[in-house]
């Protein structure tokens, strides 16, 4: 078949090298244009269109793929179908009913589960035991369309963002050839969506990683498992020995253990790091693993706390903004 590429994002790097060495011709790909990245906030190629330049793959960078412009240029390639994968905008009916075949959405959760653009860190940050790849027909409402193929994974109990998002993109190409053979030959099967079951997983802001830990323990190592690598679940770390204070990313935490404090003593406010050097929650204490200082590389807890000479009563606060 003749297929078109509409997406930005690292997630369908698989899928396009599984379709380039298919039997199908990939045409022609649409991404976002350049966004600003890094320190020096210069304007950076999706991923996306680093891939089709690598490979020769005639390509276009827009900011509005449903002007008549761009819709005419992709009736000129006359698609058989349309994939849209990560591409970041919404995609209107006149391009959705443009080829032969239709368009389909390779999505990370098992929908109708998770509906929108985080739906990885949401399945960890509230605490799924499991995920997957749902490949749907595109719609109106966003990640509403019928269900063609799902494929089902675990969540391992230390597994983050970044880790999942990865194994999911693997999941996803052999999921996405086996979708497009059956819709060549006619085979596939179209299954609607139980909406009452739907869920959403709303884009991630950099402030959604300011945790409070007046949260649970537990709350906060799923965050933190949820938000790595970005946003990333910052806080603000104060030295009571040196009055000196600097922000850091946790990277990797898990549940710690909490001694009964001794009859008469004061209960230690949350945030506030205990004789263990585990940070004391809402509910319970967390014990932190790996963090970055801003503007240091990721490191081991024990490397942090031996540099900046951590002791009982050194506390992480909440960033305001």
Request: net charge neutral; glycine share 8%; hydrophobic share 40%.
């Amino acid at each position: 078949m003749q297929i078109l590429y509409l997406g930005s994002g690292e997630f369908g790097i698989e899928c396009l090298n599984a379709l380039e060495r298919s039997g199908h011709s990939l045409q022609f790909i649409v991404t976002q244009p350049p966004h600003p990245a890094g320190r020096g906030r210069k304007p950076s190629p999706t991923p996306v269109a680093h891939w089709a330049t690598t490979h020769s793959i005639p390509f276009v960078e827009t900011d509005n793929v449903n002007t008549p412009r761009m819709i005419e240029k992709i009736a000129d390639y006359k698609p058989d179908l349309i994939v849209v994968i990560a591409f970041g905008q919404k995609i209107g009916n006149e391009l959705i009913d443009l080829p032969s075949k239709g368009a389909i959405n390779v999505h990370a959760s098992l929908l109708p589960k998770y509906r929108g653009a985080a739906p990885i860190n949401w399945a960890i940050i509230n605490g799924e035991t499991k995920t997957g790849i749902s490949i749907i027909t595109l719609a109106e409402k966003m990640d509403a369309g019928s269900i063609l193929a799902q494929s089902q994974t675990d969540i391992r109990p230390d597994e983050t963002a970044g880790q999942l998002h990865d194994k999911l993109a693997q999941m996803a190409a052999p999921l996405l050839l086996k979708t497009i053979e059956q819709i060549a030959d006619g085979s596939i099967i179209y299954t609607e969506q139980d909406h009452s079951k739907a869920t959403v997983a709303p884009k991630l802001k950099k402030s959604d990683g300011f945790i409070d830990f007046n949260e649970s323990a537990d709350a906060l190592a799923r965050k933190i498992r949820g938000f790595w690598p970005w946003p990333g679940a910052s806080a603000t770390y104060l030295s009571k020995k040196t009055n000196k204070s600097i922000r850091i990313t946790i990277a990797m935490a898990e549940v710690g253990e909490v001694r009964e404090p001794p009859l008469h003593a004061p209960t230690l406010p949350p945030g506030i790091l205990d004789e263990n050097l585990n940070v004391i929650c809402g509910t319970d204490a967390l014990k932190i693993k790996k963090i970055k200082p801003a503007g240091s590389p990721l490191m081991d807890f024990k490397d942090f706390t031996n540099g900046r000479q951590t002791q009982p009563g050194d506390l992480f606060i909440k960033i305001d903004k």
